[in-house]
């Protein structure tokens, strides 16, 4: 028998960034018991990362936007494999969930006039996303947490999950570790609600940290939940690229927003070279009219810099690959040339960028005030995910919910910047309050004590191989290395079958993993243990990518490189076989409502 | 490609002891990445918390060369690599393993403190009005990423070990930020001078000299705060005129 500490909850969340955060709030205001465990410290998640905005058509800045525009923007740029339901959603009710955080202390920038201030954004029609400066996570990751510890949450900092529990078919708990001591936990919960957020470690060049492993994706999918879209991976346009420890941090959209140009090594700015047909309309002719409306001119259209993430990522690379590049393999963004617009141009960059102009000066030594930044796309976000009901989050799984980035619809084949704060808010929302109602509706499960002590066992197999196993984090580093290369920003079908081989092998391997020292904060242990997560997701993403036999959004493939109409009429979707192989399946997307498809059409 | 030593502390609660480990090292390279390289070559098992990589979470706080710094925005290139780097856990807080601390004291103190009350909405609409200006003097604070740093070398704390009795300078610039908060209209200032300790505080400004993210800790929060207990405790005349002032307005608002 193992031994463990029991902690009994209506509704368990896991993971405490934006949406597990907010997913707990509501579940608490549900008047039920709520647990909440994270991997980190509180407060030290992803969204404390995020630099821009949080997208809401509040309509502060620029009063022609509305829920109506921002559902049209989300829909265009997730290129209608969107889940149209989450996405109307998410349009109308981001404003409320924003203005719900000023009631909770979070102070955002101003407009003269007092109210929230708004700044463009890529793929946003009209200055949309809320700020605070260019530190928006941090304001709102703190103001959950801040308001969150007064709810009556239990908190349970530094603890990882490693399965959930059923009982027949629904959820009934889970099971883990903590970090601290390395001591079993077992969470019994009538409703569970994943908030685990991405992927970005299974990829060599990544803005995530070491706990985007895809934690969520995996323990769902073991569960027999379905994944969906899990070839859309995105792969932000500006990361940094030197020094090399640096690589992959991310730069923010915001550089863009402020009038930031790119250009290859011969000065030219590249992104006027190649605008997509359905952007012509909204793209700026020349770079004044880009410049006068990144400065609020109401008449002028974006720049096209500001075109989608998955474009300007493709743009940058073919800058590269045709040797135009920057000489550490990125292009420039420029900032510093507003000078010629402005009359205290650095001391707007330092207002308006204080992070950026923080991170360039202290770990590259360069002043952006006055020097173009290296930059090249970083694997940044997750599209695909748990396959939720668009109104209560809940997976096919019953008593298993899953809100923000671990859960797949809102953002279809590419997301907006300022979409994923918004997102988390919103079905984070969401997930709490139909988390709370599943759990008054349904009585306790009980977890299997037999599955329990088997995985217990499993958790500590890597002990017993000890020095005798091959090391984590050779596994790991080869995983990121064969992915970036093999099922990166440019696919094709032979490299991707190479990769699923590669996978296969570092499955096997990772099964004899050996790791040495203690259960006491042990990182080559916790390593030893993401590492099924990594390869399950890796797979998922290798498997849908190759089923995918176009373009389209962050999936590029060379050997397909236009968009197909035939794929733009389903998901596809992952999951578990009978034989524990992984099944896919191609899931029509349901007819949009007529009133919705008015909108779009209107918005053409 | 040149080698440097990290002379790392590496044990727990019972003791431990700073142990070499050579490593190479690369142009741009920071601390936090020969302590990962040292992790992933020779010692899976060394113990340090990260997430970011750019000094925006706060989490890979430890003391370099005897100074308390994130070891993910100290370059070594800012270091003398021709003796070893020296790279111990915060001293403030129990040692757990390796470099990773106890710090959750920290999270039991925040949750003593009384929590944002806003001011009834300016709009029908349930939104405020607020000035940039004012909203510039919280964000100051607010920037802080919960490193700890401050906590870590405040002498209170550090050498006194008065955790019972003084909430540290994180605590005080988040007290800072609910009471300068405009729409905050919680009072705070009794419990200051009861049970944070904020009299403990001498203002030697160690805690602003070590903040990574520039925030004027003694001056902009912690003396602003005592110049509020000073006034509402040990200042009679402006008590009284304070207590004039109210009756009057709320005469006034009353007519």
Redesign the interface.
Known sequence: MADYQTHDYDVLVIGAGGAGLRAAIEAAAGGVSVGLVCK???????T??AEGGVAASLGNVDDRDNWRVHFSDTMRGGQYLNNWRMAELHAKEAPARV?EL????A????TP????LQRNFGGHRYPRLAH??D?TG??MI?TLQ??G??QGIDVH?EVTVVTLLKDGDRVAGAFGYDR?RGRFRLFRARAIVLATGGVGRAFRITSN???YTGDGHALAYQAGAELMDMEFVQFHPTGMV?????RG??VTEGVRGEGGVLLNREGRRFMFDDIPANYREQTADTPEEGWRYTQGDRNARRPPELLTRDHVARCIMREVREGRGSPHGGVFLDIAWIREKLPHAAEVIRKKLP?MY??FK???DIDITTTPMEVGPTTHYMMGGVRVDGDTQMSTVPGLFAAGEVAAGLHGANRLGGNSLSDLLVFGQRAGQHAAEFARAHPAGSPDPGEVDAWARRVLAPFERGAAGE????IQ?ELQDRMQDLVGIVRVEREMQEALDVIGRLTERAAAVG????R??????H?ALDLPNLLTVSEAIARAALERRESRGGHFRDDYPEKDPAYGTFNIVVRKAADGGMELRREPIPEMRPELRQVIEEMK | MTQATFRVWRGDAAGGKLVDYATEVSEGMVVLDAVHHIQSEQANDLAVRWNCKAGKCGSCSAEINGKPRLMCMTRLSELDLTEPVTVEPMRTFPPVRDLVTDVSWNFRVKKGIRKFKPRAPDAADGTWRMSQPDVDRVQEFRKCIECFLCQDVCHVLRDHHLHDEFIGPRSLVYVAALEMHPLDTEDRVPELRQANGIGYCNITKCCTAVCPEGIRITDNAIIPLKERVVDQFFDPVGRLVKIFSRRHTEAGSGA
């Open positions: 980190s410290l509180l407060g030290k998640a992803h404390v990362m203005r000023e009631a909770w202390g102070l955002f920038d101003r006039d007092g109210r929230i605070v400066g530190r941090l304001e703190r801040d308001h510890i007064h900092m601290e940290s070491w706990e030197w020094p090399p420890s640096v941090i991310l992070s923080h991170q202290q770990l590259a090391g984590p984090y050779q580093h790791v040495t020292g203690n006491e904060y042990n990182p080559g242990w390593t």
